[in-house]
């Protein structure tokens, strides 16, 4: 019987999954030199935590069953819900502040399209207890500490930043109501993937007075900080969320990453949880989704049964990010390796087998890589198979061991070495080891 | 909104995931130097897959769902199904023979308790197309290559070696009937977990004859090969089953490991589709459930829908594989570090902060990692804080700035150094990296 892979799921033969580790360990890498420890939890949660987060509506974008005892269960959609939960339980004992990250596998029930799958791997890192708007600096450097570790420069990506502390200041500025709000950035994060006509629609279901749609229209095409500053009144909140924004990209520049960042204003977030700082990572001509998004989150916690204590985080998948790698020309499969053997053990003929099994395996008892055939064959085959494997050096076990001495081929150079067969065994653990 | 996590899930929190990663990042290790390349597959297929190599009845131990288009599916509760699938599905285009291995996160529907979870690490090596048992011998191997890595000796743990060919053999000979060796198989195999008379019970219901049931009683009593050979006249294919055994015997003794095997005619498996040499890993004293299990399964691939290619592998999970090494002291907690900081950059007052966060960001920059107070806080305090976060060096920025000077404090010996900041940028790349 055939069986095929669910689509929107991927099969990671060797070669896939080794472009897969290149992404995670840089992605780790990055964490590390950042000061972020790696945290995970469960691959499945209690549905009704992530309709907390998202809204009931989130229950039909994630996959959900139920287990024997009657629960409704979920397979994580984000783990950001995770993350609250989990620094709520121990919030005592946890040292501050917080700065985690963690690379957690996601499903979700979407139809799959380009650079959209039902599961992927997600970067997420998150400073929790920070209230100043270093936090959210810091972790924008660090989105773009990894993209820059990769090749990728200021001409390749951008990182889109702007202020959801502003905008509300702003969208009140021009006569909504505070309940209009989450419904409004819902809309006004859809308008770049909307054509015009649709998101005039949706956004006069959301602001039904003309007036004031109009100017939302106004005031949402400032280009810069101090387009906005002129364009609105602001309230003393607004005006404290603007000076937090310049310092932002103040401090940015500070951390040498000034060229990668620019304002947009049009950088909303579509979910209501977002509170400050926002942001999102493109390439510059534009032509994919966000690569990263994440920003200021304060009232989470709170919302989860804990404490009031501060947020700010991102999340990264691997999706859209390996096709910009691979179209910047960062990420070749000729790059990644899926495995380096140190020494292929040849035999002349097939009474040395046993000995070179041995041998093979007192090698991988010091740590280092040794291959040898299964199968009977020529001794001209098991160097082809050496070369095939990409070994480093083939060992040639024959005739010589009467005298204790093999010969040893050095694969790049083509040189080749009679030793005892004590000073080879002796020599093995330094030359190869990982 | 007060949350809980799933029973029988795990919260990783920092130091747990560093024992995670610990485990994790050994299975790799010892992977691929025997030669493994690492593969993956999705964590959710369609739920006939499972229910080929299983039965119908794996339906009640998995997580199962129903997709928007009314497809059942479900949560991957092993790999092996998917690595069928996945060769059988590229099998002209592979190289030959396949070594491959993963560390799928794995979920099953089960009661949790002690070592038992409903999520679960579990590393899966397979060899694929090598008919002799010099592959069987060979994963053995890579399993007591990783457990002995760990510290653990063959005073610790066994592995504990049998034949499914030669069991069939043997209860043919006895006077079983080919259809009902798989009912049979799954009774010997819940032996060791059961009460005496409970396994008496379950293998009357299989075995109707009492003469028969009594003759399989006995030869179940073989203490070794010799016992099995003197015990029944077995058939051609008993007799080459019994000499692959010896012979996985010896090539384990010339791989190194002899005294971490022994025999054991108890050692069956539970599912039918086992068709040579099986084995299981135990701790010595027999305390804990098996801490990997595997053996040879020929026939996987053409059941599911390939050609007759021949495989062989092992499973091993991480919640025993925990539980024996806390028990044997090869596990604790200080042994696994979860971040390490190269440098803490201090301040004497305020003034400072833009340059500390400059000079940080610097540092990381290069690759290694830099912490900073992210509040104002004493110099004490913040000397503290690096101590805390345990800092190998901190770096002091005060008055000494106008010279353009820093203070270096190695926080081992409390040596410390005034540079210039040219000089102490130089030297940072080395020192730190990771």
Known sequence: MKIQAVKGTRDFYPPQMAVRNYIVDGWKKASLRNGFEEYDGPVFEYLKMYQIKSGDEIASQLFSFTDRGGRDMAIRPEITPTLARMVNQQINALR??????????LCRAERPQKGRLREFFQWNVDIIDVEDVLAD?????????????????????????????MLAALLKSAGLAIDQLDGVYAVLDKKAKLPDEAFEAMLKERIGDDAVRHRVGELMAAETIDDVRNAAHLDEEGDAAISDLRRVFDLLSLMGVGDYISFDIGVVRG??????IVFEIYDRAATLRAVCG???????????????????GFGMGDAVLEILLREKGMLKDEMLSTRQ??????????????????????MRRT???AEFSYKSAGLKKQMKQAQMLNARYAVIVGEELAENRLTVKNME?????????????GSVGGKGGR
Chains 1, 2 share one sequence.
């Open 341 to 362: 053997i140190d020494y292929y053990v040849a035999i002349v003929s097939d009474e040395f087998v046993n000995r070179a099994v041995e041998l093979a395996f007192e």
């Open 271 to 276: 979910l209501a949880y977002y509170t400050g």
């Open 96 to 105: 501050r502040p917080i700065k985690w990250f963690s690379v957690p596998r």
């Open 137 to 165: 600096a810091e972790v924008i450097f660090t989105a773009v500490d990894y993209l820059r570790s990769t090749g990728l420069t200021s001409g390749d990506i951008v990182v889109r930043i702007s202020s959801r502390r």
């Open 413 to 425: 150079t083509g040189q080749q070495q009679l030793v005892t067969v004590d000073e080879f065994i």
């Open 367 to 369: 740590g280092v890589c």
């Open 294 to 312: 994440g920003g200021r989150y304060d009232n989470l916690l709170r919302d989860f049964g804990g404490p009031p204590v501060t947020a700010t």
